[in-house]
């Protein structure tokens, strides 16, 4: 330090006064003598001195003796004395030189000191930047984080977006070669198509022939008319004339018209000639009659061919009527009117490019409510049919209904929430080549008719990837023609993850996989449209159970995909596992349920479902299959 410390002055100061009281003391008492023994000198003396003359060698002596061991007690004080300083200032130096260190380390630890408060402050000042360089960052984290996901959410959408344009193009690419295809076809066919158009050339001027013969043939009945009319006349005036008793001729007007006539007379005996018996159809066709003989041939092939087209025509409608309405049919109040061939379709809608296999529509999709003429859909009746007569009435009836109820149905497409498994924002399938052995197996088990376990449910750990199995196995059993509907649960879809959208969903994809089942629902919907609008449950029960119990039994498993039950929101977990309990399927129907929320297995396993259920828990299977 640069200042003096006072108090190690003193300190310093003490401790050399410290001797000075004992030193004075040796000093002023050389011999160590008390004053009683100083006084006993001074009386010896005295005493001496008057006894002088008596001893004074002796006493002397005494004195000399005295004066050496005090000398004697003197040096030896002296000796001590001296050590004792000695040692005192040996003291004194150390604790001098130790003062001085401790003064140099005072200073040494007081710069110190300020060099520490100095870095200190310099490290506060750090920990405070670094704070602040923390908190910028956990901020710049949290910004990264959230931008993360949206750039995974974005990354998922572009992943859907690139699958779907994927499909799209796939779609395209194979319309396409389709296109292609036909158009190849198609460059072929003209050349086959030359000799038909030759023939309905031919058979276009037969049928101008056929119709000029027509019209001559009614020109030729309105003579007839008129000469028949006259024939009667006169026939009257004769029959008057004899009730009259005249046998005069008749007057001039009618004889005039009479003989002029009786070249028409004439012309009417021979219309109305027949073809010899003898001739066959094949000869009559090509043979040259009279008058009357060709015009009645003409006519009879006309109706025939005619007779023939209406019956087709019936024998179409009466499939259509008996596969809507069943063998009984509808209440028909005109019984003795039989249908021709344009009545009996006026107000079916049928497109001109409705497929028609057998007499009975196809392509149930494809009807409207656009009139078309009955010969643009002439149907190709199969080999054996049965033509039954159908009435004006009951044609009408059934086709009008026919259309409505497909009205219906496509109403029902705006409502319904599209989940199926190729819907957009669906889990991925499986990789080719894993996973096999469980996806098999529960195929297996879906399509086995000698099990009576209706309903298999994929449950285990919540972190297993199910929806990917479930995908898998809905695309294979859709390429077998099995899966009849799927539903699959998403959270990240609006409508997707509540249970009110499963029954119109569900009846919307059954519609589309059975005709019978479509029919049905398009009728009841047309019967009471406030069904698509109904309680979720009451629904279930009238468009799904229902209509799938009033099925005949199937001879092959319908199967029914719920994926993600675990992803509903709170509530309609407890909603669906109600619905399991209080509508039963019927036996031909199989129900495949995933998710990881433990009340489904729960259900199953217990009250009326208990032994209808296959519960299969996957954990750890991800990596093994």
Partial sequence: ?????????????????????????????????????????????????RARDMAPQHRERQLTDQLREAERTLNRKISEYESIHDDLQMRLDQASSELDATKREEKELRDNERVSHSQIQQLETEVAKLSQALEIARVSYTTLQKQYQDQLVASEGYRAKLRERDNALRTEREAAARVQSDG???????????????????????????????????????????????????????????????????????????????????????????????????????????????????????????????????????????????????????????????????????????????????????????????????????????????????????????????????????????????????????????????????????????????????????????????????????????LAASFFFSSRVSGRGEASALPLALAYQLGQYSAKFRAELGLRLLADPQLMYDDPTHQLDRLVINILNTLEQSKIHWVICLDALDVCVDGDVQTVIRWLEEYPLPRYVRLLLTGGSPMVPDCLASGSRKGMACLLELNGLDEIL
């Fill in 1 to 49: 330090m640069d200042h003096d410390d006072p108090a190690g002055d003193s300190r310093v100061g003490h401790a050399r006064s410290k001797p000075a009281p004992q030193v004075r003391r040796a000093l002023s008492d050389p011999v160590g003598l008390s004053p009683e023994s100083m006084t006993g000198i001074v009386s010896q003396r005295s005493s001496k001195g």
């Fill in 184 to 482: 190849d076809k198609l460059g072929h066919k003209p050349e086959r198509y030359k000799p038909r158009d030759a023939e309905l050339e031919e058979a276009f001027a037969h049928a101008l022939h056929v119709r000029s013969t027509l019209d001559a043939a009614r020109k030729e009945n309105l003579l007839l008319n008129e000469t028949i009319d006259g024939l009667r006349l006169d026939l009257d005036e004769l029959r008057s004339s004899v009730a009259n008793g005249r046998s005069e001729p008749a007057s001039s007007p009618t004889s005039t018209r009479s003989s002029g006539s009786g070249t028409l007379v004439e012309h009417a005996r021979g219309f109305f000639d027949s073809p010899p018996a003898y001739m066959t159809n094949s000869e009559l066709k090509n043979a040259d009659l009279s008058g009357g003989a060709n015009f009645q041939r003409n006519t009879i092939q006309n109706v025939d061919s005619k007779s023939e087209y209406e019956m087709q025509i019936a024998a179409l409608v009466e499939k259509a009527r008996i596969d809507l309405f069943g063998e009984a049919g509808l209440a028909d109040p005109e019984p003795g009117v039989r249908a021709s061939a344009p009545t009996a379709l006026l107000g079916s809608g049928v497109l001109p490019h409705t497929r028609l296999e057998g007499g009975i529509f196809k392509n149930f999709g494809n009807i409207s409510g656009s009139h078309i003429e009955a010969p643009t859909i002439m149907p190709v009746i199969a080999p054996g049919a049965q033509v039954r007569d159908i009435t004006i009435t009951q044609t009408n009836a059934a086709l009008d209904i026919l259309v409505q109820a497909q009205q219906a149905y496509n109403d029902l497409r705006s409502i319904c929430v599209h989940a199926r498994y190729s819907a957009a924002n669906t889990p991925a399938p499986c990789p080719a080549g894993t996973r096999v052995i469980i996806i098999e197996d529960i195929i297996q088990r879906l399509a086995d008719t000698t099990k009576t376990q209706q309903v298999i449910y994929l449950g285990g750990s919540p972190d297993f990837d199910y929806s990917s199995i479930a995908k898998s196995i809905a695309q294979k059993l859709a390429a077998r023609g099995t």
